[in-house]
Antibody, heavy 121, light 110 residues
Framework: EVQLLESGGGLVQPGGSLRLSCAAS????????MSWVRQAPGKGLEWVST????????YYADSVKGRFTISRDNSKNTLYLQMNSLRAEETAVYYC??????????????WGQGTLVTVSS | QSALTQPASVSGSPGQSITISCTGT?????????VSWYQQHPGKAPKLMMY???NPPSGVSNRFSGSKSGNTASLTISGLQAEDEADYYC??????????FGGGTKLTVL
């Protein structure tokens, strides 16, 4: 059974940093692209970043490029999102999602339950 | 990276059919057959309902179907049931090697 468990959310001040983790199980983690998708309170889904499963290509939304870094540790079956210079409008539930294959073009077939990040002073 | 355009809300009675549209451009929806649809119930994580325009994952009811014409993709739900009431999001791969979501559609089963 595929399981994705996010952690690391919490309250952070504007301009601060936070690192999210997503522990994966139930599939061969290294073979699949993995993404972070966020959802602000009462709003829609917004793609944040994807790490491909075939050697290390990373993709970012323009809104986070240069501030967020996606990484993965295939030996620990874990995906990360390092978030720097956080803004109030980035308050959201951050979801980790597995893609159907190793490339970013494929759909996200499994999602975690999300971790809440609150950016506020 | 502009969001895809979806109607804010649609509604239908039990047993009826509804269609949710998702309009993009030639650089996303119109340019690739990589449109997917997600269902999200309140307080829950999204669930994949359709991938590559018209392919339902295993376990998804055959009442759900997908299609695409030009820059617009569509999700049709036939034989509406109360459990279908949820938010629905479309998504597409984009030419800039990114992923774009629609703004979401709230489906109400009357």
């Amino acid at each position: 059974e595929v399981q994705l468990l996010e952690s690391g959310g919490g309250l952070v001040q504007p301009g601060g940093s936070l690192r999210l983790s997503c522990a994966a199980s139930g599939f061969t983690f290294s073979n699949y692209a993995m993404s972070w998708v966020r959802q602000a309170p009462g709003k829609g889904l917004e793609w944040v970043s994807t790490f491909s499963g075939n050697g290390g290509t990373r993709y970012y939304a323009d809104s986070v490029k240069g501030r967020f870094t996606i990484s993965r540790d295939n030996s620990k079956n874990t995906l990360y999102l390092q978030m720097n210079s956080l803004r109030a409008e980035e308050t959201a539930v951050y979801y980790c999602a597995k893609h159907r294959s190793f490339v970013v073009v494929t759909a996200m077939d499994y999602w975690g339950q999300g971790t809440l990040v609150t950016v506020s002073s | 990276q502009s969001a895809l355009t979806q109607p804010a809300s649609v509604s239908g009675s039990p047993g009826q059919s509804i269609t949710i549209s998702c309009t993009g451009t030639s650089t996303d929806v119109g340019g690739y057959n990589y449109v997917s649809w997600y269902q999200q119930h309140p307080g829950k994580a999204p669930k994949l309902m359709m991938y590559d325009v018209s392919n339902p994952p295993s376990g998804v009811s055959n009442r759900f179907s997908g299609s695409k014409s030009g820059n617009t993709a569509s999700l049709t739900i036939s034989g509406l049931q109360a459990e279908d009431e949820a938010d629905y999001y479309c998504s597409s791969y984009s030419s800039s090697s990114t992923v774009v979501f629609g703004g979401g559609t709230k489906l109400t089963v009357l």
